[in-house]
Every structure is written in C-alpha cells, then in structure tokens.
C-alpha cells in the first residue's frame, strides 16, 4: 500500500442549477445544496486513494462531519482539497475543504475505511439473503 | 414559531441502484452511499422545519454529521427518523437515525438556519454580481 499520510487531491467543477438546493426539495432555496458538497468531497476522497489501494481493496464512508459556511450560487466554480491527514490502520481520516470564486465555504472532517472487497461484498449478500 | 422541541418525522425510502456508491464513482459498491444518507438526514430535518414555519421563512443547512455504521444492500427500506433536539432563536439542531430492515445503519446531526427566503436570495445575488 502506497498510501501515506499528507496526501492531498482536489477537483475542479461548476455548479449547475441541478445542484441546487431548490432541485432536492428545498424550494427557493437556489443555492449549492449541503449533500452535493459531501458527494463531491466523498467522491474526491474515495477517487484519490483509490490508487494506491491494493488489487481487491476499495474504501467505505463511515463518517462525515461537515460545516457548510456560505452559500454558492449556480454558476459559480467550486475547488475541493483533500488532505489525507491519518493513517489508522484500514482507518482514514481527510480534512477537506471547498471554496468558491468568492469564499470557502465549506470544511469537513471525514473518515473512510479500508475494505476487502469479496468480503465485504460476502457480507452484504449474507445481509440481503437474511433480511426478515 | 411553533417549532418546538421533540417534534420529529419519519420518512421512508427504498433503496435503489440509482443511489448506491458505486453510482456516485465508488466501483464495485452497490450498496446505499453515504451522501444520499445525509441527503436523506436533511430531507427530513428540512420537512420537519418547514412544516412549522410561517410563509416566506425557510431553513438552511449549516452543519451536518453522520457516522455511517452498516452496508444496506439494493432492494432494502429505510426508515429515517428526524427529531428537534434544539430551538435556540433561529437555530435549530436535528438528532438523525436511519434503519434499514435489519439494523440502525446511520446516526447524526443536522444544525439548520431559519432564513426569511427573500433576504436570502438577494444576499445571494449580490454575491453572484459582486
């Protein structure tokens, strides 16, 4: 594994009217929706250890805590920073942050999991089959 | 306001393949992704607010948190329960849980802003033309 800590990722994108807030159930409110600032923060996280994972591996989100700061307009670009901050074990912890052309406006403390993939899919199946 | 501490909700969802990590960039895991947990956290905590706020206020997210502590695979329900721990002038602050059919799966936060949505929205413009 050639995952060490101190690693940092960062991804560039435009918010669109589909992420708004107004598009997942909170009318007027045309802003960047809190949930997509955790999708693109876990995305950025899950996408930039992926390959320094080994074969087989892949990682899970067991943890988010995020303060959403100001808001974003449609339009406006949004850049998220991920630094690989600790390294527990199969336990990741990230510090992201994400700003937009004006302000940060968001900043997350977010944990993942290493996992195997055949087991946990093994798992999940037992899950499903004994389901009541 | 009559928002009031201890109200809560329910809301229950089925998960699909639409929603599972592996859809949002996670390959390989089909199970129900973390950002559609706390989309589903906020759901509820906004619905909640928003049914006892009068004309022309609204709520935003300000703070959310989730510990994500079990796989729930496509094909299963989930039931998230939202419930006002806080009322503290216009902050409210939302105990979460989600439990799919066999187990609590998630557990969280969410802190919420009463706005007057027309302050809001033209706070926003200003900042879209500055």
Request: aromatic residues 6%; contains cysteine.
């Given at each position: ?120 899919h093994d798992?999940v199946a037992k899950k499903r089959a004994?389901?009541? | ?130």
């Amino acid at each position: 594994m050639s995952l060490t800590e101190g690693l940092t990722f960062e991804l560039e994108r435009t918010v669109t009217e589909a992420d708004l807030s107004d598009r997942h159930g909170n009318p007027w409110v045309h802003v960047f929706t809190t949930p997509k600032v955790v999708e693109w923060m876990e995305e950025l996280a899950t996408t930039g250890v992926q390959p320094h994972l080994q074969e087989g591996q892949g990682t899970v989100g067991t943890v988010v805590n995020m303060k959403h700061v100001a808001a974003t307009p449609a339009g406006f670009k949004v850049k998220v920073v991920a630094n690989l901050k600790q390294i527990d074990g199969r336990r990741l912890v990230f510090w992201l942050e994400a700003f937009d052309d004006a302000e940060k406006i968001a900043e997350c403390h977010h944990e993942r999991f290493i996992v195997d993939l055949t087991r946990f899919h093994d798992k999940v199946a037992k899950k499903r089959a004994g389901r009541s | 306001m009559a928002l009031q501490q201890g109200l809560s909700i329910e809301l229950t969802r089925l998960v699909s393949e639409e929603i599972t990590a592996h859809r949002l960039g996670n390959e390989g895991f089909h199970v129900l992704a973390t950002p559609i947990i706390v989309a589903w956290f906020e759901e509820a905590a906004r619905t909640l607010a928003a049914a006892h706020l009068e004309p022309g206020l609204g709520t935003v997210g300000s703070l959310i948190t989730a510990k994500h502590l079990a796989a729930t695979p496509v094909g299963m329900r989930v039931r998230v329960t939202a419930t006002l721990r806080e009322v503290d002038g216009r902050r409210l602050l939302f105990d979460l849980e989600a439990r799919d059919e066999r187990e609590k799966i998630a557990e969280g936060q969410n802190e919420r802003f009463v706005v007057n949505l027309e302050r809001f929205l033209n706070k926003v413009a200003q900042k879209q033309t500055s």
